[in-house]
């Protein structure tokens, strides 16, 4: 759940530009058939098996629209959810509730995918120390939400952004001109209690890597072979991550490397949404 001072500065003004995106001027088709005051009500239903993730964000929508709405929940953030199951119940002046229902879902429907996407491929590391990433590979503007999904999910979150932490990528250490020399800028630059991580290809960056004392090493596009015989140069002098192009249905053939952290961007670019519905509206 959001703190209430991250809710304020953070995550409503995004919201409130996802409602303005939907409505820029006024609603016609709400004001077509409702075109007074009415306090109503609707279902919130799940439509297929999954975990839920963002009831918070969801109620808020409406709160947005109409201060006096309110939801009622059956279920909490992280929980198993069933197809059928009703979840919730939304109150509120029905204007409202049909002016903000497609944004409280597209926010509910893809936190809840990501969460369940992440769920599952959390589950596939049960029982090693392997901890599992998410990326900066969210939509924009909706980073916030997606990384708070990975969390609920079972996942955990790399650097939230570029401020974060030091991640010296390919073209950084093309930049600086060796990796050695990279790892060298960002011990100057980088205030001391920042671990510096470094991107590396071949088994020759990841010796220039270790040799420069770099604190975790990402192993990026290796085939197997390679990051064993990579895990094995490191030998413990360095945390050790794997990257690229690492799915759910890849999981499973990485986890026996006994790496400290796998990093997966399909957590939230590649998550297909947990399908949801506001339904049964109607005046009460």
Do not use: W
């Not at 992280?78 to 944004?103: A, N, P, W, Y």
């Not at 400290?260 to 506001?278: F, K, M, N, V």
């Amino acid at each position: 759940m959001f703190d209430p001072v991250t809710m304020k500065l953070n995550v409503e003004p995004l919201i409130l530009s996802a409602l303005q995106e939907d409505i820029t001027s006024d609603d016609v088709s709400t004001n077509s058939v409702m075109p007074h005051a009415q306090a109503g009500e609707a279902d919130l239903i799940c439509k297929q098996d999954g975990i839920i993730c963002g009831l918070q964000v969801f109620e808020r929508v409406f709160t947005l629209l109409d201060a006096q709405a309110q939801a009622e929940f059956f279920a909490e953030d992280g929980d198993t959810v069933k197809c059928g199951q009703r979840i919730g119940i939304v109150r509120g002046d029905i204007r409202s509730l049909l002016c903000g229902e497609r944004t409280a879902l597209n926010y509910l429907q893809r936190m809840s995918g990501i969460a369940t996407y992440t769920h599952e491929t959390a589950s596939l590391l049960a029982g090693t120390k392997i901890k599992l990433l998410d990326t900066r590979k969210t939509s924009p503007n909706n980073r916030i939400f997606e990384k708070y999904a990975v969390r609920t999910g079972g996942g955990n979150n790399h650097r939230y952004n570029l401020t974060d932490g030091v991640l010296l990528k390919d073209n950084h250490i093309g930049a600086a001109g060796s990796v050695k020399k990279a790892v060298e800028m960002a011990k100057e630059y980088a205030p001391f209690v920042r671990k510096i991580e470094v991107e590396v290809e071949t088994l020759e960056m990841v010796k220039e890597a270790v040799l420069a004392g770099a604190d975790i090493i990402m192993l990026d596009n290796m085939d197997y072979d390679q990051m064993k015989e990579a895990i094995a140069f490191i030998a413990g002098r360095a945390e050790v991550e794997i990257s690229g192009n690492v799915t759910k249905e890849r999981i499973a053939g990485l986890k026996d490397l006994g790496v400290d952290y796998i990093s997966s961007g399909a957590l939230t670019h590649s998550a297909p949404i947990l399908d949801l519905s506001l339904k049964n509206l109607h005046a009460v």
